[in-house]
């Protein structure tokens, strides 16, 4: 069994190389960004490349500004935990080893919700995420930082495991946040600023992208973005996953009494690409054979080991990721989702949905403004 990531052409970057254009451009030496002063990273959370082009109409300073070869390519799997900690870090999954929404704690067994369960897991997100953030790196080289976000993200466990060396400043609507964190830029000389704006995937997630609800999400990220920008500083537009809409006649739910439960230990990860850990790993390949017979057609089936193998989580994970990963790695195919049936069933809720290798998840936009403007 094999899988592999979707060519996209023109062959894009991956938003692991963001970190590197920014401190180019405020060092003057980078080939991919123009010198700026300061830099601006807005992050509109779940805005793929497709559906922003898809609706162009209700996202003209966004899209107007896009040219063809605007895009970058996320990570595996494509969902904010891992994500967005690669947009942060500079480094894939496999290297942080963020490798999940949820994973399974190899010390304890305790599944570990990697945004908002960090206290209940009992995991210290400085000693989980180890790799230095951007902005310890840009503290290091004397230059100021700062993350601008919704006050609920100040101090949180994610944000201790993606945010550290960042000075964090809250604003309430995404125009505030944007505004402030152009401020910042513009008083602060050298600086590197963080914008987070999660509308998109939150209305996604809700009510799906064809839903009104997400349009005037669209509508509200772009207008957050002005017509001008401070001068010198050059501002970046990019996501970090984007998403599909899954219908619920693509939901493929494994009930607790389902073959598949058999030998299984425990399920993380989330419905487009989970984590199946084994009772007795020896028996992978036997239950691998199993799992790709019971989701034929909506899924592909891995072992850890052609998932590694492959460079789905990168090049040469971390031995603290690989014994995250799970000992089958499901991602789903199509619109389909695979749920557990002994889960919460209110999961089965959600209509936006990432993870998977789908070029709707994976491909993002990368829109320069301000001095990174062509």
Request: glycine letters at 10%; one cysteine or more; hydrophobic letters at 45%.
């Amino acid at each position: 069994m094999t899988l592999m990531l979707p060519a996209i052409p023109p062959s894009p970057r991956s938003i692991t190389g963001v970190a590197g254009d920014l401190f180019g451009a405020l060092d003057g030496t980078g080939e991919s960004l123009p010198a700026a002063r300061s830099a601006v990273l807005v992050v509109m959370d779940g805005l793929g490349a497709i559906p922003l082009r898809a609706h162009a109409g209700h996202a003209r300073r966004l899209a107007g500004a896009m040219a063809k070869k605007d895009v970058l390519s996320s990570v595996f799997p494509s969902t904010t935990a891992a994500a967005l900690t690669s947009l942060l870090t500079g480094v894939d999954p496999g290297q942080h080893g963020l490798v999940g929404y949820e994973v399974r704690d190899p010390g304890t067994g305790a599944i570990v919700n990697q945004l908002a369960g960090w206290e209940k897991a009992h995991v210290d997100p400085r000693q989980w995420q180890r790799t230095p953030t951007v902005f310890e790196t840009a503290a290091a080289a004397g230059r100021p930082a700062f993350a601008v976000g919704l006050a609920a993200y100040a101090g949180s466990g994610f944000s201790a495991a993606t945010l550290r060396g960042a000075e964090f400043r809250a604003a309430k609507s995404a125009a505030e946040r944007v505004a402030l964190a152009l401020t910042l830029a513009d008083e602060n000389e050298g600086a590197l600023v963080y914008c987070y704006l999660p509308e998109a995937d939150k209305a996604g997630h809700k009510h799906g992208m064809a839903s009104p609800a997400w349009i005037a999400a669209l509508e509200e990220l772009d207008a957050a973005i002005p017509a001008s920008m401070p001068e010198g500083v050059g501002v970046l537009v990019t996501a970090d996953h984007g998403m599909v809409d899954v219908p619920r006649t693509r939901h493929l739910v494994i009930e607790e009494r389902s073959p598949l439960q058999e030998g299984v230990a425990a399920i993380a990860g989330e419905p487009r690409m989970l984590h199946v850990y084994l009772e007795d790993p020896s028996r992978v390949d036997e239950l691998a054979a199993r799992w790709a017979a019971g989701v034929e057609g909506a899924a592909d089936v891995l072992t850890r080991a052609q998932a590694v193998q492959g460079g789905l989580f990168g090049v040469a994970p971390t031995a603290e990721a690989l014994s995250r990963i799970g000992d089958l790695v499901v991602p789903a195919r199509g619109l389909w989702a695979l749920y557990d049936g002994a889960a919460d069933p209110r999961s089965q809720g959600m209509v936006g949905q990432h993870g998977s290798v789908s070029p709707e998840e994976l491909r993002v936009p990368l829109i320069r403004f301000g001095a990174f403007a062509r």
